[in-house]
């Protein structure tokens, strides 16, 4: 177990929590973050795109006045191509828009629902990723 | 206009709690996700943190009859359990865990100089249009 922090993990996930009722108490929507890239691109209607991108700006903001104040070293990674780094994205994608959901809007709203739609995504998406990386590791032998 | 104030709002308040909780480490991420390694479990007090949060929030929120700046809540209609949800979820872990970002932290990061978030935002875009493009025809 190393580096195990359980109490910036827990104010974090408060926080992201804050942030999801904030958005279902003020404007009645979901805060999932695939849906509201996706919506800010492609929603019918200029307003549902405005609220979206300033979400999307937001959390851009968020992470860079964090980074500002409290810089988080990330170990860069060699294993980790960009060939790599775009498959993922893309599956990412395509698994986020047909599934309706990633860890935020399945994992967090959802789930704080009770919603076993999301429930189910949610089981299904940790156990794919703990399964995936097994494999990954046992091929690029980390 | 106070929708948009409103939404820029959480979204500053979503990034700072990922980054916060450091899931924008894409190796803590998969730390988390590699049982068999040297577990990091912190991401289970995120996700806790968040649905717990989230849970009681949500029980006041919807004792009311619409929100604050908008005539209601728009909750997702599909209650079925079907193909499409749990083949979208298989294929998103797969790129999480293959590359150690879901769509938040990547987002997030995207102020952060790094390359490798920018990679993924734009790739996770394009699945995500070519998907809808697919199904829409």
Redesign the interface.
Known sequence: MENFTPYLSLAGGVLIGISASILMYLNGRIAGISGIVAGAFNAPAFAEKAWRLAFVVGLVLGGAIYMHFFPITIAPRESISTGLLVSGGLVIGVGTAMGSGCTSGHGICGVSRFSLRSIVATATFLLSGIITVYVFKQITGG | M???????????????????????????V??F???????????????????????I??RF?FS?S???????????T????DR????????????????G????P???????G?E?PL??????????????AI?RR
């Open positions: 106070l929708k948009i104030f409103s939404a820029l709002a959480a979204g500053v308040i979503f990034g700072v709690g990922l980054a916060l909780s450091q899931m924008v480490n894409p190796n803590k998969i730390n996700l590699d049982i068999t390694g040297e577990w990091d479990p912190s991401l289970i007090f995120v996700l806790g943190g968040a649905v717990l949060t989230t849970t929030a949500y929120i009311r619409k929100p604050v700046f908008a005539d209601d809540f728009q909750l997702p599909l209650l079925q359990i499409q949800l749990f083949i979208g979820a298989v294929l998103f872990g797969v790129g999480w865990g293959v590359i970002y879901c769509p938040g990547a987002v997030a990061s995207l102020g952060f790094l490798e990679i993924v935002v734009i790739s996770m875009l394009a699945g995500m249009l070519f998907y809808r199904v």
